[in-house]
């Protein structure tokens, strides 16, 4: 018996730390760790005790007794991993244990975001005897995309909630909602109450297509479309035109696997979600009957993972298809494991080979069908977007093939899901050219001379670039506070000329809205409140006004 790793795993790598027989790969330190979509169980070692279950975060484990019908391929695919990457000895994993110099017995640190990032830094700067934590968030929620990024229907990614709120609760991490830095106080401000501050903002912003009529109604950013499901208090306002038959997703990774499923998925099956209530209401009465999704390049470059690919081929009521001449040539090299999905040789591209060789079947697959009677979702590939047209919103969207031949489809609206992008700081240098604030093992430099900027630091996308999932930003976080530990044992870092208490009093003086832990538990258990009113998790409230409304209320 073993027990086997699944869609959705976090990469986190919390269930590494808890094998006893350290069967679990690819650990962190590792060459592939932050490459691997998922993590893998060697079914050979694994001694079947259970504590990576308890450990994982988002219930991505099972036994293999107990795999629910759609997950009964995640048993080859784990072992599959371990034909290509065997295990040579199993060897244990060093363990970091993390501590103040002992002439030092205070360090304060300001951490601004309260998304994934800033939540794996805090939880590890929190462990630390000493070490007190300052988490500024500029909306009145926190959890970042955990909230507002993950899709409704991916309820075990979720959870990934619980794991940070254990975080913000504990007694030497405080909270204060509805701050933005930069408005109501300067990282200036921040420094003279903390030894450092760690920028973890994310990436808010998206890449453009620079195409022309890019800027017609009814061309949307996906992240701004995933916002407004999600009940995002900046994005609830808008509007999208559900009303025509066919939306065009640009892109090729897990987003763009996401904004076609919520298009086309039946509303009674959103209904039992933490769905915002007006999406929900918008995509019951929605005509959209077929999503093309179109990548500039063949299907073995494409950016989704294994293991959406699998779960989207096995929703309910919606078909997939694909055109045979663009997914034939190159796919069945891949699917038959001739080639990594980068052209990769060797044992790394058997590794890559076989995953996008399990992805290729199911475009095999969806190539091989004539058409759908109901929903579909039609995969593209190797089509360049030239031109959006319309007559003061889009109509259609014009592409170029690699033969030079140029293909014009009809739609009511674009959505580009082409990746995010990072925003200039105030205050901060910008890298321009990767959207990133310049840095080294996660202290921001200044690249007029090359040195580090003292006090100050960043995790996550605004780090590293857009790349990941909320798993990945753990490694990065302790990158950077290892980077933060050693400039305060170097004494690199100035003593805040002011005492803990008075940075709370600095904010309630200039933030008339001020919110705090206590403040963001109210919003939760109203929430929840009304979720359980109607059979689901949570009812989201979507605008500033009703959250400021109940984090003031009694209950």
């Given at each position: 018996?073993?027990?086997?790793?699944?869609?959705?795993?976090?990469?986190?790598?919390?269930?590494?730390?808890?094998?006893?027989v350290?069967?679990?790969?690819?650990?962190?330190?590792?060459?592939?760790?932050?490459?691997?979509?998922?993590?893998?169980?060697?079914?050979a070692?694994?001694?079947?005790?259970?504590?990576?279950?308890?450990?994982?975060?988002?219930?991505?484990?099972?036994?293999?007794?107990?795999?629910?019908?759609?997950?009964?391929e995640?048993?080859a695919?784990?072992?599959?991993?371990?034909?290509?990457?065997?295990?040579?000895?199993?060897?244990?994993?060093?363990?970091?244990?993390?501590?103040?110099?002992?002439?030092?017995?205070?360090?304060?640190?300001?951490?601004?975001g309260?998304?994934?990032?800033?939540?794996?830094?805090?939880?590890?700067?929190?462990?630390?005897?000493?070490?007190?934590?300052?988490?500024?968030?500029?909306?009145?929620?926190?959890?970042?995309?955990?909230?507002?990024?993950?899709?409704?229907?991916?309820?075990?990614?979720?959870?990934?909630?619980?794991?940070?709120?254990?975080?913000?609760?504990?007694?030497?991490?405080s909270?204060?909602?509805?701050?933005?830095?930069?408005?109501?106080?300067t990282?200036?401000?921040?420094?003279?109450?903390?030894?450092?501050?760690?920028?973890?903002?994310?990436?808010?912003?998206?890449?453009?297509?620079?195409?022309?009529?890019?800027?017609?109604?009814?061309v949307?950013?996906?992240?701004?479309?995933?916002?407004?499901?999600?009940?995002?208090?900046?994005?609830?306002?808008?509007?999208?035109?559900?009303?025509?038959?066919?939306?065009?997703?640009?892109g090729?990774g897990?987003?763009?696997?996401?904004?076609?499923?919520?298009?086309?998925?039946?509303?009674?099956?959103?209904?039992?979600?933490?769905?915002?209530?007006?999406?929900?209401?918008?995509?019951?009465?929605?005509?959209?009957?077929?999503?093309?999704?179109?990548?500039?390049?063949?299907?073995?470059?494409?950016?989704?993972?294994?293991?959406e690919?699998?779960?989207?081929?096995?929703?309910?009521?919606?078909?997939l298809?694909?055109?045979?001449?663009?997914?034939?040539?190159?796919?069945?090299?891949?699917?038959?494991?001739?080639?990594?999905?980068?052209?990769?040789a060797?044992?790394?591209g058997?590794?890559?080979?076989?995953?996008?060789?399990?992805?290729q079947?199911?475009?095999?697959?969806?190539?091989?069908?004539a058409?759908?009677?109901?929903?579909?979702?039609?995969?593209?590939?190797?089509?360049?977007?030239?031109?959006?047209?319309?007559?003061?919103?889009?109509?259609?969207?014009?592409?170029?093939?690699?033969?030079?031949?140029?293909?014009?489809?009809?739609?009511?609206?674009?959505?580009?899901?082409?990746?995010?992008?990072?925003?200039?700081?105030?205050?901060l240098?910008?890298?321009?050219?990767?959207?990133?604030?310049?840095?080294?093992?996660?202290r921001?430099?200044?690249?007029?001379?090359?040195?580090p900027?003292?006090?100050?630091?960043?995790?996550?996308?605004?780090?590293?670039?857009?790349?990941?999932?909320?798993?990945?930003?753990?490694?990065?976080?302790?990158?950077?506070?290892?980077?933060?530990?050693?400039?305060?044992?170097?004494?690199?870092?100035?003593?805040?000329?002011?005492?803990?208490?008075?940075?709370?009093?600095?904010?309630?003086?200039?933030?008339?809205?001020?919110?705090?832990?206590?403040?963001?538990?109210r919003?939760?258990?109203?929430?929840?409140?009304?979720?359980?009113?109607?059979?689901?998790p949570?009812?989201?409230?979507?605008?500033?006004?009703?959250?400021?409304?109940?984090?003031?209320?009694?209950?």
């Amino acid at each position: 018996m073993t027990f086997v790793i699944s869609k959705g795993c976090c990469n986190d790598g919390s269930c590494v730390t808890v094998c006893p027989v350290q069967c679990i790969r690819p650990r962190p330190g590792d060459p592939d760790f932050t490459t691997t979509e998922q993590l893998y169980i060697d079914p050979a070692t694994c001694i079947d005790c259970g504590a990576c279950v308890d450990e994982c975060p988002v219930e991505a484990v099972h036994s293999d007794w107990e795999l629910p019908d759609g997950l009964s391929e995640y048993l080859a695919i784990n072992a599959e991993y371990f034909e290509a990457n065997p295990l040579v000895g199993v060897g244990s994993l060093s363990f970091t244990r993390r501590a103040l110099p002992a002439r030092k017995a205070e360090l304060r640190v300001a951490v601004v975001g309260t998304g994934p990032a800033a939540f794996y830094a805090a939880g590890v700067l929190s462990d630390i005897n000493g070490v007190s934590v300052t988490m500024l968030e500029r909306l009145p929620t926190p959890f970042g995309l955990v909230r507002a990024g993950v899709a409704p229907d991916h309820p075990n990614t979720r959870k990934m909630a619980d794991r940070f709120a254990g975080v913000l609760a504990r007694p030497d991490v405080s909270c204060f909602l509805n701050v933005e830095v930069g408005r109501d106080v300067t990282i200036e401000e921040l420094l003279a109450h903390h030894h450092a501050v760690l920028w973890a903002g994310g990436a808010p912003d998206d890449r453009k297509l620079g195409i022309q009529g890019e800027s017609l109604a009814g061309v949307h950013a996906a992240r701004a479309f995933v916002a407004w499901y999600n009940g995002h208090p900046e994005h609830a306002g808008e509007a999208f035109d559900l009303d025509g038959d066919r939306v065009v997703v640009i892109g090729n990774g897990n987003v763009a696997l996401d904004v076609a499923r919520v298009l086309l998925r039946p509303a009674s099956d959103l209904a039992t979600t933490d769905m915002a209530q007006h999406a929900l209401n918008a995509l019951t009465a929605s005509k959209v009957t077929e999503v093309v999704v179109v990548g500039r390049r063949g299907p073995e470059h494409a950016a989704y993972s294994q293991g959406e690919l699998l779960a989207l081929d096995q929703v309910e009521g919606l078909t997939l298809l694909a055109e045979p001449g663009e997914v034939r040539e190159r796919g069945e090299a891949v699917a038959h494991g001739e080639v990594g999905e980068g052209g990769e040789a060797g044992e790394v591209g058997e590794r890559v080979g076989r995953a996008g060789g399990r992805k290729q079947e199911v475009l095999l697959r969806a190539a091989g069908r004539a058409g759908a009677e109901g929903k579909a979702i039609r995969f593209r590939f190797g089509l360049e977007p030239i031109a959006i047209e319309g007559d003061g919103r889009v109509e259609a969207i014009s592409f170029r093939a690699s033969d030079g031949t140029t293909e014009r489809i009809e739609t009511s609206m674009v959505l580009r899901a082409i990746g995010y992008r990072g925003t200039r700081v105030d205050g901060l240098p910008f890298d321009e050219a990767t959207a990133t604030l310049p840095n080294e093992a996660g202290r921001v430099v200044d690249p007029s001379s090359d040195e580090p900027i003292d006090g100050v630091y960043c995790s996550g996308w605004i780090k590293r670039g857009p790349r990941g999932i909320i798993g990945s930003n753990k490694l990065d976080a302790e990158e950077t506070v290892d980077s933060i530990l050693r400039d305060f044992g170097m004494d690199r870092l100035q003593d805040p000329p002011h005492a803990p208490g008075e940075f709370e009093d600095l904010l309630r003086d200039r933030v008339e809205h001020l919110l705090d832990k206590a403040a963001w538990n109210r919003i939760d258990l109203e929430e929840k409140r009304r979720g359980r009113e109607n059979s689901r998790p949570r009812q989201k409230l979507v605008t500033i006004e009703d959250l400021l409304a109940a984090s003031q209320q009694a209950r």
